[in-house]
């Protein structure tokens, strides 16, 4: 048998293995359906895709405004985003191998890699102060809501400001 067999057979097995051990989870998630709303459920993947083409839509504005991928279409380009996506969720890299996999994928479009990488930078930092805007709208709300303990309001807000601090630090010392 090649490797790439053998790569593959020991993968069925390690996923057969988690099945197994996994089992009385997946049997309680299956009981879990029954008490899900089927309209939020039913918007749960044209809002994932969307949001992959969103994430994508950052890279690739990055890169066309460099004068990189002119003549990529919108479809070309949401499937490098869905590849892109595939590979920061299969490998346990923590969105590190989304690095070098965008260099290679966008080294076939003409891309230089440390321009595939200043993209991939500008869209972990986008999508971190946008994570931080929606911190803050939560803690408005939650302070608005007037039923939360005032200590978790008080240490939310200690959380968002340091966030936000903290991004405003990071913008002032790199820029």
């Known amino acids: 048998m090649s490797f790439r067999?053998?790569?593959?057979f020991i993968t069925l097995i390690l996923l057969g293995l988690v099945i197994y051990f996994g089992w009385p989870?997946?049997?309680?998630?299956?009981?879990l359906f029954g008490k899900i709303n089927p309209w939020i459920w039913s918007l749960l993947i044209p809002v994932q895709l969307f949001s992959y083409y969103a994430t994508g839509g950052m890279i690739f504005s990055y890169l066309r405004s460099k004068g990189n991928l002119k003549t990529t279409s919108h479809w070309q380009m949401t499937r490098m985003a869905l590849e892109l996506n595939f590979v920061n969720h299969i490998m346990p890299s923590g969105g590190a191998a989304g690095f070098s996999y965008l260099g290679w994928v966008l080294s076939r479009h003409g891309v230089r890699p440390g321009r595939a990488t200043m993209a991939q930078i500008i869209r972990f930092a986008l999508t971190f102060i946008s994570f931080v805007?929606?911190?803050?709208?939560?803690?408005?709300?939650?302070?608005?809501?007037?039923?939360?303990?005032?200590?978790?309001?008080?240490?939310s807000i200690v959380l968002a400001l340091a966030a936000v601090g903290g991004t405003a630090l990071a913008i002032y010392i790199i820029g």
């Open 5 to 8: 067999s053998w790569v593959t």
């Open 25 to 31: 989870e997946i049997t309680q998630a299956f009981g």
């Open 133 to 155: 805007l929606i911190l803050v709208v939560a803690v408005i709300g939650l302070t608005l809501d007037h039923q939360i303990n005032r200590t978790i309001i008080v240490i």
